[in-house]
């Protein structure tokens, strides 16, 4: 399937900020980030929820949210995601209606089950229960967007009494809902379930397992949706990839080379635990992540053609979010989504196919239309002689 007419656009924040650096610092240079994509024409921001570990340091994806929209005016923000299992359906419901009131309709929806294993250790929820759980809230969650008869529930691990919002979602029916999913098909199946569209980290959990098998995911969404009278929008798809650009290759590689492989040495492996990706130098890591094509590191072209072969593995998709990672000095990140912005978004909505018509029509008329020039000139001399005279 080809891609949309205008791919859309954005980042997924975590945020990854390494370990023992200002904190405080850190969250506003991410408020800052927000502020310079929606600046850029970037279409959406999705902002994590964790607990543990250290390097993802936002707790409350939503008063995150709140005060980028203040600093903001176009982009939509989205809840990258909330971990449904950790809250009560009403407490969530009532968080996400108020901020689509609050940004007036820029709010997403995104819904995960926790990503942390030590998030629900530390909040005693059994890991096994968290995709059953997160399936149970959504459909509460739902409901409670859409019914108006009070609602009342009994889990084994939330009760609902009569339960309202008493707000209505500010977007009808009610927000867009993106459900996440990784290498499990159990994401891809909920979104079908729920008619919900897919953000999908395009790394799987083990990256020494080898990509995502993209396709097959969005295969077993279709069969989902299908069997529950729902379908599925590849335009809604949203593939999720680290990426740093600059003007060369080699430069960007510089960039990135060190801070890349303390990411991946001392957050995926050290901190999570996951099987070594490479187990070459720390400074080869971002080689062998581009390589096998985990990363997008180069120029805009390389970009360009990383989107590409990510066509080629979903069989096509909608939105492109950057993998968000501290690993370059801040004005080269800036310069990173510049250079995607000004380089790359553009091939992929359309806004050059003008621009490139008129300047081939240009050039191949550039004799007729210099030689008409020519006469002109040569016109208002002759004139400008006779009138002399």
């Known amino acids: 399937m080809p891609l949309p007419e205008r791919m859309k656009f954005g980042i997924f924040l975590g945020p990854f900020h390494r370990v023992g650096e200002n904190p405080t610092l850190a969250i506003q240079r991410d408020l800052e980030l927000i502020e310079w994509l929606d600046h850029l024409g970037f279409d959406e921001a999705w902002i994590g929820e964790h607990h543990s570990a250290g390097w993802e340091i936002i707790a409350s994806p939503e008063v995150f949210i709140a005060a ?12 990258g995601v909330v971990s449904l299992p950790y809250h009560h359906p009403l407490m969530v419901a009532n968080r996400i209606v108020q901020l689509d009131h609050m940004t007036k309709g820029r709010v997403l929806f995104g819904v995960g089950p926790g990503a942390l294993p030590g998030d629900a250790y530390m909040m005693g929820i059994p890991h096994e229960t968290q995709r059953e759980r997160m399936d149970e809230s959504l459909t509460t969650i739902i409901r409670l967007f859409t019914e108006t008869d009070p609602i009342t529930y009994k889990s084994d691990w939330f009760e609902l009494n009569e339960g309202l919002i008493h707000l209505r979602p500010y977007t009808k029916p009610y927000m ?58 590849r335009d809604d798809w949203r593939l999720v990839l680290p990426v740093h650009l600059a003007e060369t290759r080699e430069e960007a590689f510089a960039d990135a080379r060190i801070g890349a492989g303390q990411f991946l040495r001392e957050y995926t492996e050290g901190t999570n635990g996951r099987k070594a990706a490479f187990d070459g130098p720390l400074d080869k890591v971002i080689d062998h992540m581009a390589d096998n094509g985990s990363w997008i590191i180069g120029t805009p072209d390389d970009c360009i053609e990383g989107i590409r072969k990510l066509e080629e593995r979903s069989g096509g998709f909608g939105v492109f979010l950057v993998q968000t990672i501290d690993w370059a000095p801040r004005e080269k990140m800036l310069k990173s989504y510049e250079l995607l912005a000004r380089y790359v978004m553009p091939q992929f909505q359309g806004s050059v196919v003008s621009t490139r018509a008129s300047n081939q029509w240009a050039a191949e008329r550039q004799d007729a239309l210099v030689d008409g020039r020519t006469r002109a000139i040569d016109r208002a001399k002759q004139a400008y002689a006779e009138r002399s005279s």
């Not at 980028?68 to 176009?74: F, L, M």
């Not at 999913?181 to 080898?210: C, E, M, N, Y």
């Not at 279709?222 to 009278?229: M, P, T």
């Open 68 to 79: 980028a929209a203040e600093r903001t005016r176009n982009i939509k923000l989205g809840t």
């Open 176 to 233: 867009p809902i993106s459900v996440a999913s990784v290498q499990s098909p159990a994401g891809v199946t909920l979104a079908g379930k729920h008619g919900t569209s897919v953000l999908t980290i395009t790394v799987p959990r083990d990256p020494s397992s080898g990509p995502s098998d993209l396709m097959t995911l969005w295969e077993i969404a279709e069969e989902s949706a299908s069997k529950h009278g729902n379908n599925m929008n």
